[in-house]
């Protein structure tokens, strides 16, 4: 396990369809970030699990936005019925603990809802 | 007003200059600060923590300034290399998550 995993890389989806991205961490972080990024922006913190506990969501999430990490292992995020401004990199990062540590990011997903 | 404020740039230096980022935080309780790197489409990376008596790894150095909210990253000796957008992060100190600025821009040219 050499770093962070995200499935897929891309992903084309007419809007209204609902989309799930998968992402497996480095395998001793015991906790997991999701980011979003659009053109021009750094990227947004939306949800962050410390092993199967979903201990933060940003506003940003809305309630078509669903986040999962069921053993402590690996995330999926789900968006239901997307919309065009849901287009965007979606970002997932791992890290050992809080602190004076970074993350490390997966290559993401990008989204475009057409 | 945005948490973490950075100078989008662009800035376009030429080989061997010496370029300097700067970065303001609104949360005086931030406690871990990082400059990340990210090139055009790919992830960021982490380039370096931030500590708070400076820092140095090769030509880059990162200075904190806890009074003014304040963060720098200096490159000398740019290499074409170092083009890529870098972007100024903070843990705030009660969040578990990094907040991250909108990035600067280089483009180091030939």
């Known amino acids: 396990d050499t770093g962070v995993s995200q499935d897929p890389r891309h992903k084309i989806t007419k809007r209204g369809q609902n989309v799930t991205f998968r992402c497996d961490p480095i395998?001793?972080?015991?906790?997991l970030y999701w980011y979003r990024q659009t053109l021009g922006q750094g990227p947004e913190f939306l949800t962050y699990?410390?092993?199967?506990?979903?201990?933060?969501k940003s506003r940003l999430l809305s309630d078509r936005f669903s986040a999962e990490r069921p053993k402590g292992s690996f995330s999926t995020l789900e968006i239901q019925r997307t919309e065009q401004g849901d287009s965007a990199m979606y970002l997932c990062?791992?890290?050992?603990?809080?602190?004076?540590?970074?993350?490390?990011f997966g290559s993401g997903t990008r989204l475009t809802v057409v | 007003r945005k948490e973490v404020e950075q100078d989008p740039g662009p800035f376009n230096v030429p080989e061997g200059a010496t370029v300097a980022f700067n970065c303001t935080y609104s949360?005086?309780?931030?406690?871990?600060f990082f400059w990340y790197r990210q090139d055009c489409r790919k992830e960021p990376k982490l380039l370096m923590s931030?500590?708070?008596s400076g820092n140095e790894d090769g030509r880059f150095t990162a200075q904190l300034n806890r009074a003014s909210q304040y963060i720098s990253l200096l490159i000398r000796d740019s290499k074409l290399s170092d083009s890529a957008t870098y972007l100024c992060?903070?843990?705030?100190?009660?969040?578990?998550?990094?907040?991250f600025g909108s990035g600067t821009q280089l483009t180091v040219l030939p």
């Open positions: 992060v903070v843990r705030s100190g009660s969040a578990r998550q990094l907040t």
């Open positions: 949360n005086s309780a931030s406690q871990s």
């Open positions: 699990f410390q092993n199967e506990a979903q201990l933060e």
């Open positions: 990062a791992s890290s050992p603990g809080a602190g004076s540590y970074g993350y490390t």
């Open positions: 395998s001793e972080h015991n906790r």
């Open positions: 931030v500590y708070s």
